[in-house]
């Protein structure tokens, strides 16, 4: 079977930083509470009218550039996202149609935080089967538009920021080299644990004034129990993604897990037995940028020059549903 690989990456970040400093002027927080429960320093907001298409054209045209192609040479989008620009259509007909290639398929995938690595799996399936030669694969997020800035959200307001990173997936012209397995994995019953329960077509009018009066637009998360899971399914997705191919922790240069918590991926790491300099904590820049955070990371690991041929990628993911999911990779 043919073997898929990453052949170029990318990614788009808002101009406008927003400090913790700043929050604290909208929310009772401070600086020193953020930094110590969760290591972001600062994240970045779109400017008014800019939506997760916008940043997910950027992203795809930086993708498009490190792998020498144009978008025309696209043949099917895949879009990760959990602020979607409207309910509907999907963000990824909105992408397509700046981006200009008309008729390529545009699939939305809906696995929050996990949904580049589902993303990402598709794409790899579609180029092994060979059906598809070239795939893109970009999470893309807006948060600033959708946060409640009222104390009762004040725990997850601090996480989030906005942001998008893309690849573009195909052919390896080597059987060793390119993504070596993808593992995906969901637990329904936690799916009130982390979620925004409204608009809905479960609400006769999809939303109420009373909806909007009880914050019901806004993220509800468990904390503590996300917290929990997040840290054991990441270490049992890895573990399977590794033994998946013969491989141990020791052999992983570089750790790229969701970005949810610097205390999360620490632990992760710690318990993996893989050393901190090797996991990513972009984190502490960006914040939680959802489906976009893996694809951010890795293009800034790669375009520092950090990812040389032949090393072992590992990222990891865990986010609402509960979703969550692992990828493996020789670059
Ligand atoms: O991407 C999706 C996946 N999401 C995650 O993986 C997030 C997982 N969860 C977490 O990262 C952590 O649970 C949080 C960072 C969200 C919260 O940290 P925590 O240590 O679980 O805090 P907590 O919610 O239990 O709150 C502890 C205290 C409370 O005060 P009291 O009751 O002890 O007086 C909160 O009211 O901290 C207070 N608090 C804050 N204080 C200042 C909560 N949020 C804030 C805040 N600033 N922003």
Redesign the pocket.
Known sequence: MRRARILGTGSCLPQRVVTNAELATR?T??DE??QQ??GVKERRYVDDGIGPSDLALTATNRALDAAGLKASDIDFIILATQTAEHEFPGTACFLQKKLGNSGVGALDVRDQ?TGFLYGLSIAEAFVQLGKYKRVLVVGTEVHSTGLDFSDRS??IT??FGDGAGAVIVGESESADRGILSTHLHADGKFAEE?WVPAPGSIYPGRITHKLLDEGMHYPF?N??A??VE?VTQMINVSKEALSANGLTPADVTHFVP?Q??LR?NESVAQRLGIPSERCDSSITRYG?C?AASVPIAFDERVRSGAVKEGDIVLMAT???GFTWGAAVMRW
Do not use: E, P
């Open positions: 929310l927080t401070s509470w953020i429960r969760t935080c004040r725990h601090v996480l982390l998360m904390g503590k996300v917290f997040a969701h949810a918590n999360i939680n959802a865990f986010a609402a």
